[in-house]
């Protein structure tokens, strides 16, 4: 275990990779600071609904405690059917071709949690640890890598972070620390494709019943569009649980006004409900029923489809989660390979006692295979399904 007197971790982010990653050093007594540049937890919409694969859910249940891992398996949704029905959005058809469900991952079941409730659960006991209001935009290294020197991060305000002993960007797509330590070779890629985030009573749902669900409209001229969600058992008669859904439009289908995609509330549930006026009459609720304030746009991207590349080694510093695979909606895998990440690099920290020079090479190696993996089949589904494709040489990068 790490001494008392050893530098922390730094981490750049506080999402769900980066909290999972806090569990991991919490629990090994690995001394750590994590940078949020939002105000708080409650600051910007949390997302839509997470489905967690077997990997995911191993991921996460290796990190936590017995107690946390419970509550969190308490706090999932547990969905029967048998896989995703496919349905015709505006003559409510079930479409010929049923679609298989791979991510059924425990009991035969599809395990979903929300993104905002699946964040507060791992965020618990590290909230003294967390530095609001800190735009992380680079970091800066002292002394070498197997000698007396460290890390420290660099904000926005121009002010710096304590000297730590390593760096852990998991800040995201716009992640300045993968930027900086690749040397621009991490790559994030606009699809042009686009979605609006919703939620509405779980009695809204009751048209379609217990299940997951992919409703599709091709009567769009701009483009197709189609819904995803889930719809859990039990709770179809409580008006006070809400389900979510996620809305995916084709390139062009879903503009939002002067092409702002961090618009939310009424002006993102105005154009859900346009873009749905002609639904079928049992799909109807889930959009006009929805709770407005908890509507937003998102810009769909993603990494470099042929795999995460390659950069020289950093022995302090490394990046998780979106930071170094980001993926679209498709298959439903970017979380899961997230978590991955947290647990992998928190096991390799935890087996070395802290920071160590060799750390993170051996980290890259072994995410770098099943990250590039993940990426490849993410972009593929959405190929088929969104109508995207990404240049790596031309395509637009954010």
């Known amino acids: 275990m790490a001494t008392p007197q050893a530098k922390p971790i730094l981490i750049s982010g506080a999402g769900l990779a980066s909290l999972l990653l806090a569990q991991s050093l919490r629990l090994s007594r690995i001394p750590f600071r994590i940078y949020e ?19 995911g859910l191993d991921a996460i249940e290796s990190v936590l405690d017995k107690p946390t891992f419970a509550k969190f398996w308490d706090a999932c949704g547990k969905t029967g059917g048998a896989g995703l029905a496919a349905y015709n959005a505006v003559t409510g058809e079930q479409t010929e071709h049923k679609v298989p469900e791979g991510l059924a ?11 905002g409730d699946m964040r507060r ?5 590290l909230e003294d640890r967390i530095e609001w209001g800190k735009q992380v935009v680079g970091y800066e290294t002292e002394g070498s890598a197997d000698q007396e020197g460290g890390v420290r991060l660099v904000f926005a305000d121009g002010a710096k972070s304590d000297w730590g002993s390593m760096v852990v960007g998991g800040e995201g797509i716009y992640s300045k620390v993968a930027k900086q330590l690749s040397g621009g070779k991490l790559k994030v890629y606009d699809t042009g494709a686009r979605g609006i985030h919703g939620q509405a009573p779980s009695t809204s749902f009751k048209g379609l019943g217990e299940g997951v669900f992919r409703l599709r409209d091709d009567t769009n001229e701009r483009g197709g569009v189609f819904l995803i969600t889930n719809v859990r058992p039990g709770e179809l008669d409580d008006p006070t649980v809400e389900f979510g859904w996620t809305m995916v439009g084709e390139p062009g289908a879903i503009r939002a006004p002067n092409d702002d995609y961090s618009v939310v509330g009424k002006t993102a549930a105005d154009l859900a409900k346009d873009l749905t006026k002609n639904w079928h009459p049992k799909f109807k609720p889930l959009i006009d029923e929805m709770k407005e304030s908890e509507a937003a746009f998102w810009k769909i991207t993603c990494s470099t489809p042929s795999g995460v590349p390659e950069w020289t080694n950093d022995p ?7 930071a170094v695979h980001s993926m679209t909606p498709a298959g439903g895998i970017g979380a899961n ?4 990440d947290s647990a992998l690099l928190g096991r390799l920290l935890r087996e070395a006692g802290g920071y160590k020079p060799g750390v993170t090479a051996a980290y890259e190696k072994e995410m770098r295979v099943y990250g590039s993996e993940a990426v490849h089949e993410s972009y593929s589904t959405a190929v088929r399904q969104f109508s995207i494709k990404i240049d790596e040489e031309t395509s637009t990068t954010v």
Do not use: C, M, N, P
């Not at 991952?105 to 993104?115: E, L, P, T």
């Not at 302090?316 to 979106?322: E, K, L, N, Q, S």
């Open 105 to 115: 991952s425990r009991g035969g079941k599809v395990v979903g949690i929300s993104r």
């Open 337 to 340: 390979t997230a978590v991955r």
């Open 121 to 125: 659960i791992f965020a618990e006991g």
């Open 316 to 322: 302090r510093v490394t990046v998780i989660g979106d």
């Open 37 to 55: 540049r939002d105000s708080s937890f409650h600051f910007r919409g949390q997302g839509y609904r997470l489905r967690l694969s077997a990997e």
